[in-house]
Protein backbone atom coordinates (compact mmCIF):
# COMPACT_ATOMS: atom_id res chain seq x y z
CA UNK A 1 0.00 0.00 0.00
CA UNK A 2 1.55 3.69 -1.02
CA UNK A 3 1.64 6.33 1.49
CA UNK A 4 0.57 4.15 4.29
CA UNK A 5 2.29 6.93 6.35
CA UNK A 6 0.41 10.09 5.62
CA UNK A 7 -3.22 7.99 5.84
CA UNK A 8 -2.30 7.08 9.94
CA UNK A 9 -3.50 9.05 12.61
CA UNK A 10 -2.14 12.32 12.50
CA UNK A 11 -1.83 12.81 16.30
CA UNK A 12 -0.22 9.71 16.48
CA UNK A 13 2.12 10.52 13.94
CA UNK A 14 2.29 13.81 15.64
CA UNK A 15 4.28 12.37 18.75
CA UNK A 16 7.83 12.28 19.58
CA UNK A 17 9.31 8.98 20.44
CA UNK A 18 10.24 8.72 23.89
CA UNK A 19 13.51 10.16 24.77
CA UNK A 20 15.18 7.83 27.14
CA UNK A 21 14.76 5.09 24.25
CA UNK A 22 17.83 6.45 21.87
CA UNK A 23 19.92 6.33 25.13
CA UNK A 24 18.77 3.18 26.22
CA UNK A 25 19.72 1.90 22.47
CA UNK A 26 23.08 4.03 22.51
CA UNK A 27 24.17 2.55 25.68
CA UNK A 28 23.02 -1.29 24.38
CA UNK A 29 25.37 -1.25 21.60
CA UNK A 30 28.50 -0.62 24.30
CA UNK A 31 30.89 -2.55 26.54
CA UNK A 32 31.28 -1.77 30.18
CA UNK A 33 28.20 0.55 30.53
CA UNK A 34 27.20 1.44 34.07
CA UNK A 35 23.51 2.35 33.81
CA UNK A 36 21.95 5.09 36.19
CA UNK A 37 19.47 5.13 33.53
CA UNK A 38 16.46 2.93 34.17
CA UNK A 39 13.29 4.05 36.13
CA UNK A 40 12.45 0.79 37.86
CA UNK A 41 13.27 -1.23 41.32
CA UNK A 42 16.79 -3.22 41.04
CA UNK A 43 15.32 -6.11 43.36
CA UNK A 44 13.39 -8.91 42.07
CA UNK A 45 9.42 -9.05 43.37
CA UNK A 46 10.03 -10.59 46.64
CA UNK A 47 9.58 -14.28 47.18
CA UNK A 48 6.26 -14.57 49.22
CA UNK A 49 4.86 -12.55 46.48
CA UNK A 50 6.02 -15.01 43.81
CA UNK A 51 5.42 -17.94 45.71
CA UNK A 52 1.73 -16.90 46.17
CA UNK A 53 0.84 -16.49 42.60
CA UNK A 54 2.68 -19.45 41.48
CA UNK A 55 0.19 -21.10 44.09
CA UNK A 56 -2.63 -19.72 42.85
CA UNK A 57 -1.22 -20.95 39.26
CA UNK A 58 -1.18 -24.12 40.35
CA UNK A 59 -4.82 -24.43 41.74
CA UNK A 60 -6.19 -23.18 38.36
CA UNK A 61 -6.54 -19.65 38.43
CA UNK A 62 -6.18 -18.71 35.04
CA UNK A 63 -9.55 -16.28 34.06
CA UNK A 64 -10.59 -13.29 33.78
CA UNK A 65 -11.61 -11.91 37.00
CA UNK A 66 -14.33 -8.70 37.59
CA UNK A 67 -13.82 -6.25 35.47
CA UNK A 68 -12.82 -3.84 38.50
CA UNK A 69 -10.26 -6.36 39.60
CA UNK A 70 -10.72 -9.15 42.38
CA UNK A 71 -12.89 -7.78 44.85
CA UNK A 72 -10.63 -9.28 47.55
CA UNK A 73 -8.10 -6.99 46.12
CA UNK A 74 -9.87 -4.01 45.93
CA UNK A 75 -10.75 -4.02 50.02
CA UNK A 76 -7.07 -4.46 50.52
CA UNK A 77 -6.29 -1.30 48.80
CA UNK A 78 -9.02 0.15 50.01
CA UNK A 79 -8.01 -0.75 53.53
CA UNK A 80 -3.92 0.16 52.40
CA UNK A 81 -4.92 3.83 51.59
CA UNK A 82 -6.25 4.48 54.88
CA UNK A 83 -2.77 5.02 55.50
CA UNK A 84 -2.60 7.88 53.94
CA UNK A 85 -6.30 9.30 55.24
CA UNK A 86 -8.06 8.54 52.04
CA UNK A 87 -11.56 6.70 52.53
CA UNK A 88 -12.67 4.92 49.37
CA UNK A 89 -15.27 2.10 48.74
CA UNK A 90 -14.07 -1.11 47.36
CA UNK A 91 -17.21 -2.04 45.51
CA UNK A 92 -17.65 1.66 43.50
CA UNK A 93 -14.82 3.78 44.24
CA UNK A 94 -11.80 1.52 43.00
CA UNK A 95 -10.25 -0.26 39.74
CA UNK A 96 -7.37 -2.47 39.63
CA UNK A 97 -6.05 -1.38 36.37
CA UNK A 98 -2.83 -2.77 33.86
CA UNK A 99 -0.45 -1.05 35.49
CA UNK A 100 -0.65 2.97 36.71
CA UNK A 101 0.46 3.66 33.42
CA UNK A 102 -3.51 2.66 32.29
CA UNK A 103 -4.47 4.20 35.19
CA UNK A 104 -2.79 7.49 33.34
CA UNK A 105 -4.38 7.23 30.32
CA UNK A 106 -8.07 6.32 31.65
CA UNK A 107 -8.17 8.74 33.82
CA UNK A 108 -7.16 11.22 30.75
CA UNK A 109 -9.48 10.00 28.44
CA UNK A 110 -12.69 10.57 31.02
CA UNK A 111 -12.10 14.01 32.00
CA UNK A 112 -10.92 15.09 28.79
CA UNK A 113 -13.33 16.96 26.42
CA UNK A 114 -11.30 18.13 22.98
CA UNK A 115 -9.27 21.15 23.35
CA UNK A 116 -9.41 21.02 27.33
CA UNK A 117 -6.39 22.05 28.89
CA UNK A 118 -4.06 19.92 31.23
CA UNK A 119 -1.66 21.46 33.79
CA UNK A 120 1.72 19.29 33.45
CA UNK A 121 4.05 20.66 35.99
CA UNK A 122 7.32 19.95 34.72
CA UNK A 123 10.37 18.58 34.27
CA UNK A 124 7.18 15.42 33.71
CA UNK A 125 7.26 11.72 33.72
CA UNK A 126 7.04 11.18 30.22
CA UNK A 127 4.14 9.94 29.37
CA UNK A 128 1.54 12.42 30.62
CA UNK A 129 2.00 14.90 27.47
CA UNK A 130 1.55 11.97 25.11
CA UNK A 131 -1.82 10.76 27.30
CA UNK A 132 -3.31 14.07 27.31
CA UNK A 133 -2.82 14.52 23.56
CA UNK A 134 -4.21 11.18 22.71
CA UNK A 135 -7.35 12.17 24.91
CA UNK A 136 -7.63 14.90 22.36
CA UNK A 137 -6.64 17.59 25.25
CA UNK A 138 -3.86 20.38 25.27
CA UNK A 139 -1.16 20.06 27.82
CA UNK A 140 0.31 23.09 29.57
CA UNK A 141 3.67 23.09 30.88
CA UNK A 142 3.85 24.57 34.56
CA UNK A 143 7.70 25.03 35.28
CA UNK A 144 8.76 24.11 38.50
CA UNK A 145 12.26 25.10 39.10
CA UNK A 146 15.73 23.58 41.40
CA UNK A 147 15.34 26.63 44.22
CA UNK A 148 12.24 25.30 45.00
CA UNK A 149 13.07 21.82 44.94
CA UNK A 150 11.01 21.52 42.70
CA UNK A 151 7.97 21.19 44.51
CA UNK A 152 5.15 22.73 42.63
CA UNK A 153 3.63 25.95 43.64
CA UNK A 154 0.40 27.80 43.61
CA UNK A 155 2.65 30.45 42.32
CA UNK A 156 3.90 28.85 39.67
CA UNK A 157 0.17 27.83 38.50
CA UNK A 158 -1.43 30.68 38.89
CA UNK A 159 -0.66 32.02 35.57
CA UNK A 160 -1.34 29.00 33.72
CA UNK A 161 -4.65 28.69 34.71
CA UNK A 162 -7.38 29.22 32.35
CA UNK A 163 -11.18 29.12 31.15
CA UNK A 164 -10.61 25.67 29.26
CA UNK A 165 -8.13 24.44 32.40
CA UNK A 166 -9.80 21.32 33.00
CA UNK A 167 -7.55 19.48 35.55
CA UNK A 168 -3.53 19.24 37.06
CA UNK A 169 -1.47 16.26 36.73
CA UNK A 170 0.22 16.18 40.33
CA UNK A 171 2.94 13.44 40.41
CA UNK A 172 5.04 13.49 43.90
CA UNK A 173 7.16 11.41 44.81
CA UNK A 174 8.59 12.68 41.65
CA UNK A 175 9.97 11.06 38.53
CA UNK A 176 12.53 12.37 37.18
CA UNK A 177 13.33 15.32 40.06
CA UNK A 178 12.44 13.09 43.74
CA UNK A 179 10.91 16.11 44.96
CA UNK A 180 8.08 15.31 47.53
CA UNK A 181 5.05 18.19 48.55
CA UNK A 182 4.34 18.92 51.95
CA UNK A 183 1.57 19.40 53.80
CA UNK A 184 1.13 22.99 53.33
CA UNK A 185 2.18 22.96 50.08
CA UNK A 186 -0.24 20.24 49.00
CA UNK A 187 -3.12 22.21 50.90
CA UNK A 188 -2.24 25.24 48.56
CA UNK A 189 -3.04 23.19 45.59
CA UNK A 190 -5.57 21.80 46.77
CA UNK A 191 -7.11 25.15 47.95
CA UNK A 192 -6.42 26.32 44.54
CA UNK A 193 -7.79 23.61 42.53
CA UNK A 194 -11.27 23.71 44.66
CA UNK A 195 -11.66 27.75 43.87
CA UNK A 196 -10.49 27.54 40.03
CA UNK A 197 -12.81 24.07 39.78
CA UNK A 198 -10.31 21.90 38.22
CA UNK A 199 -9.77 18.02 38.63
CA UNK A 200 -6.81 17.05 39.99
CA UNK A 201 -4.88 13.31 38.21
CA UNK A 202 -3.00 12.40 41.49
CA UNK A 203 -0.03 9.84 40.79
CA UNK A 204 1.07 8.18 43.77
CA UNK A 205 3.09 5.86 42.57
CA UNK A 206 5.81 6.20 44.68
CA UNK A 207 4.13 7.43 47.79
CA UNK A 208 5.89 4.25 49.75
CA UNK A 209 9.72 5.96 48.55
CA UNK A 210 9.35 9.16 50.77
CA UNK A 211 12.18 10.06 52.86
CA UNK A 212 11.67 13.13 54.69
CA UNK A 213 7.97 11.55 56.51
CA UNK A 214 4.90 10.64 55.61
CA UNK A 215 3.44 11.38 52.02
CA UNK A 216 0.28 13.81 52.00
CA UNK A 217 -2.27 12.45 49.03
CA UNK A 218 -3.99 15.93 47.67
CA UNK A 219 -7.37 13.78 47.67
CA UNK A 220 -7.15 13.59 51.62
CA UNK A 221 -7.47 17.45 51.97
CA UNK A 222 -11.19 19.03 52.33
CA UNK A 223 -13.14 18.94 49.23
CA UNK A 224 -10.81 16.89 47.23
CA UNK A 225 -12.00 13.45 46.97
CA UNK A 226 -14.79 14.55 44.65
CA UNK A 227 -12.43 16.12 41.76
CA UNK A 228 -8.58 13.86 42.65
CA UNK A 229 -8.44 10.69 40.16
CA UNK A 230 -5.89 8.83 42.32
CA UNK A 231 -3.53 6.62 41.02
CA UNK A 232 -1.00 4.40 41.95
CA UNK A 233 0.49 0.89 41.80
CA UNK A 234 3.13 -2.12 42.71
CA UNK A 235 5.81 -1.68 40.51
CA UNK A 236 8.05 0.46 42.81
CA UNK A 237 7.07 -0.02 46.23
CA UNK A 238 7.05 -3.65 45.57
CA UNK A 239 9.49 -4.38 42.97
CA UNK A 240 6.83 -5.39 40.59
CA UNK A 241 7.35 -4.06 37.41
CA UNK A 242 6.67 -6.91 35.21
CA UNK A 243 3.50 -7.85 36.92
CA UNK A 244 1.66 -4.91 35.60
CA UNK A 245 -0.54 -3.94 38.11
CA UNK A 246 -1.90 -0.88 39.25
CA UNK A 247 -4.89 0.88 40.65
CA UNK A 248 -7.11 4.20 40.69
CA UNK A 249 -9.19 5.36 42.83
CA UNK A 250 -11.79 8.07 42.72
CA UNK A 251 -15.40 9.30 43.06
CA UNK A 252 -18.33 7.48 42.49
CA UNK A 253 -19.38 9.47 39.54
CA UNK A 254 -16.01 9.62 37.64
CA UNK A 255 -15.04 5.78 38.16
CA UNK A 256 -18.14 4.96 36.83
CA UNK A 257 -17.16 6.24 33.53
CA UNK A 258 -13.37 5.62 33.53
CA UNK A 259 -14.83 1.59 34.00
CA UNK A 260 -16.63 1.79 30.89
CA UNK A 261 -13.09 2.00 28.93
CA UNK A 262 -11.67 -0.49 31.01
CA UNK A 263 -14.02 -3.05 30.03
CA UNK A 264 -14.46 -2.43 26.67
CA UNK A 265 -10.40 -1.68 25.74
CA UNK A 266 -8.53 -4.63 28.64
CA UNK A 267 -11.42 -6.62 30.41
CA UNK A 268 -9.67 -6.98 33.69
CA UNK A 269 -5.82 -6.94 34.65
CA UNK A 270 -4.09 -10.13 34.53
CA UNK A 271 -5.17 -12.53 37.05
CA UNK A 272 -1.78 -13.88 38.74
CA UNK A 273 -0.90 -9.99 38.78
CA UNK A 274 -3.79 -9.72 41.03
CA UNK A 275 -3.24 -11.78 42.96
CA UNK A 276 0.76 -11.55 43.96
CA UNK A 277 -0.31 -7.61 44.54
CA UNK A 278 -3.03 -9.15 46.77
CA UNK A 279 -0.24 -10.74 48.62
CA UNK A 280 2.08 -7.54 48.78
CA UNK A 281 -0.66 -5.84 50.63
CA UNK A 282 -1.92 -8.38 52.75
CA UNK A 283 2.12 -9.91 53.72
CA UNK A 284 4.82 -7.26 52.25
CA UNK A 285 4.99 -4.95 54.37
CA UNK A 286 8.56 -5.77 55.88
CA UNK A 287 9.99 -6.70 52.86
CA UNK A 288 8.54 -3.11 51.41
CA UNK A 289 10.09 -1.26 53.88
CA UNK A 290 13.48 -3.15 53.52
CA UNK A 291 13.76 -2.14 50.31
CA UNK A 292 12.76 1.35 50.87
CA UNK A 293 15.77 1.54 53.33
CA UNK A 294 18.17 0.44 51.18
CA UNK A 295 16.80 3.14 48.49
CA UNK A 296 17.42 5.67 50.83
CA UNK A 297 20.69 4.84 51.76
CA UNK A 298 22.11 4.50 48.22
CA UNK A 299 20.44 7.54 47.84
CA UNK A 300 22.71 9.63 50.56
CA UNK A 301 25.44 7.70 48.73
CA UNK A 302 24.80 9.41 45.30
CA UNK A 303 23.39 12.69 46.52
CA UNK A 304 26.57 13.14 48.43
CA UNK A 305 28.83 12.17 45.53
CA UNK A 306 27.29 14.34 42.75
CA UNK A 307 27.92 17.23 45.44
CA UNK A 308 31.18 16.32 46.57
CA UNK A 309 32.39 16.27 42.57
CA UNK A 310 30.77 19.67 42.31
CA UNK A 311 26.94 19.09 40.34
CA UNK A 312 24.36 20.81 42.69
CA UNK A 313 22.10 18.25 43.80
CA UNK A 314 18.81 19.78 45.66
CA UNK A 315 17.49 16.79 47.88
CA UNK A 316 15.69 14.44 46.59
CA UNK A 317 13.33 13.04 48.98
CA UNK A 318 11.48 10.63 47.39
CA UNK A 319 11.03 8.29 44.32
CA UNK A 320 14.94 6.45 43.13
CA UNK A 321 16.39 9.33 41.41
CA UNK A 322 18.62 12.33 42.30
CA UNK A 323 18.16 15.32 39.62
CA UNK A 324 21.81 17.11 40.00
CA UNK A 325 22.44 20.27 37.54
CA UNK A 326 24.98 20.30 35.09
CA UNK A 327 25.22 24.05 34.13
CA UNK A 328 28.16 23.89 35.71
CA UNK A 329 30.04 22.26 33.24
CA UNK A 330 28.90 24.59 29.95
CA UNK A 331 27.29 21.53 28.66
CA UNK A 332 23.73 21.18 27.58
CA UNK A 333 22.15 18.23 28.86
CA UNK A 334 22.14 15.77 25.82
CA UNK A 335 25.60 16.69 25.56
CA UNK A 336 26.13 15.61 28.65
CA UNK A 337 24.63 11.97 28.71
CA UNK A 338 26.02 11.11 25.71
CA UNK A 339 29.30 12.17 26.54
CA UNK A 340 29.49 10.50 29.79
CA UNK A 341 28.08 7.74 28.05
CA UNK A 342 30.87 7.78 25.18
CA UNK A 343 34.00 8.94 27.26
CA UNK A 344 32.69 7.82 30.78
CA UNK A 345 30.35 4.53 30.38
CA UNK A 346 27.76 5.77 32.90
CA UNK A 347 24.43 5.99 31.22
CA UNK A 348 22.04 8.81 33.16
CA UNK A 349 19.22 10.51 31.25
CA UNK A 350 18.99 13.96 29.89
CA UNK A 351 17.07 16.46 31.72
CA UNK A 352 15.62 18.04 28.70
CA UNK A 353 14.05 14.43 28.03
CA UNK A 354 11.43 16.11 30.49
CA UNK A 355 10.65 19.05 29.08
CA UNK A 356 12.37 22.37 28.61
CA UNK A 357 12.43 22.66 32.37
CA UNK A 358 14.76 19.35 32.46
CA UNK A 359 17.30 21.35 30.66
CA UNK A 360 20.36 21.67 32.55
CA UNK A 361 19.93 18.24 34.82
CA UNK A 362 20.61 15.43 34.50
CA UNK A 363 18.36 12.10 36.06
CA UNK A 364 20.20 9.71 37.67
CA UNK A 365 18.58 6.62 38.91
CA UNK A 366 20.05 5.31 42.03
CA UNK A 367 18.10 2.19 41.80
CA UNK A 368 21.13 -0.14 41.64
CA UNK A 369 23.87 -1.77 43.56
CA UNK A 370 26.24 0.76 46.23
CA UNK A 371 29.44 -1.03 44.10
CA UNK A 372 28.11 0.36 40.74
CA UNK A 373 26.82 3.80 41.96
CA UNK A 374 30.59 3.64 43.57
CA UNK A 375 32.30 2.89 40.12
CA UNK A 376 29.47 5.42 38.40
CA UNK A 377 30.40 8.13 40.72
CA UNK A 378 34.22 7.65 40.12
CA UNK A 379 33.43 7.62 36.08
CA UNK A 380 31.07 11.46 36.25
CA UNK A 381 33.92 12.61 38.55
CA UNK A 382 36.30 12.28 35.95
CA UNK A 383 34.41 13.11 32.85
CA UNK A 384 32.97 16.19 35.04
CA UNK A 385 36.58 17.63 36.01
CA UNK A 386 37.91 16.96 32.53
CA UNK A 387 35.13 19.47 31.42
CA UNK A 388 35.93 21.88 33.89
CA UNK A 389 39.42 21.70 32.73
CA UNK A 390 38.73 22.26 29.63
CA UNK A 391 36.73 25.51 30.75
CA UNK A 392 39.66 27.22 32.21
C1 LIG B 1 5.49 8.68 37.77
C2 LIG B 1 5.18 7.35 37.19
N1 LIG B 1 3.89 7.00 37.02
C3 LIG B 1 3.56 5.82 36.47
C4 LIG B 1 4.52 4.92 36.06
C5 LIG B 1 4.07 3.63 35.43
O1 LIG B 1 4.14 2.58 36.32
P1 LIG B 1 3.47 1.16 36.05
O2 LIG B 1 4.58 0.19 35.97
O3 LIG B 1 2.60 0.93 37.25
O4 LIG B 1 2.69 1.24 34.80
C6 LIG B 1 5.87 5.23 36.22
C7 LIG B 1 6.93 4.31 35.75
O5 LIG B 1 8.08 4.65 35.63
C8 LIG B 1 6.21 6.48 36.81
O6 LIG B 1 7.49 6.84 37.01
Known sequence: MSGISERLSKTVRGLP???IRRFFDLANQMQDVISLG????DFVTPWHV???SVYALERGYTSYTANSGMLELRREISRYLQKFDLDYDPETEILVTVGGSEAIDLALRTLLEPGDEVLIPEPTYVSYKPCTVLAGGVPIDVPTVGKDDFRLTVNNLVPRIGHRTKALIMSFPNNPTGAVMGEDDVRGIA???????????????????SYAGRHHSIAAQPGMKERTVLISGF???YAMTGWRVGYVAGPRDVMQELLKIHQYTILCAPIMGQMAALEALQNGAAERDRMVESYNQRRRLIVGGL?????????????????PSIQATGLNSEEFAEGLLKEGRVA????????GSGEGYIRASYATSVEQIE??????????????????
Request: charged share 30%.
Open 50 to 52: REA
Open 38 to 41: VGEP
Open 348 to 355: VVPGRVFG
Open 235 to 237: SKA
Open 307 to 323: RRIGLECHEPNGAFYAF
Open 17 to 19: PSG
Open 191 to 209: KLANERDFFVVSDEIYAEL
Open 375 to 392: RALERIDRFVNARMLQRV
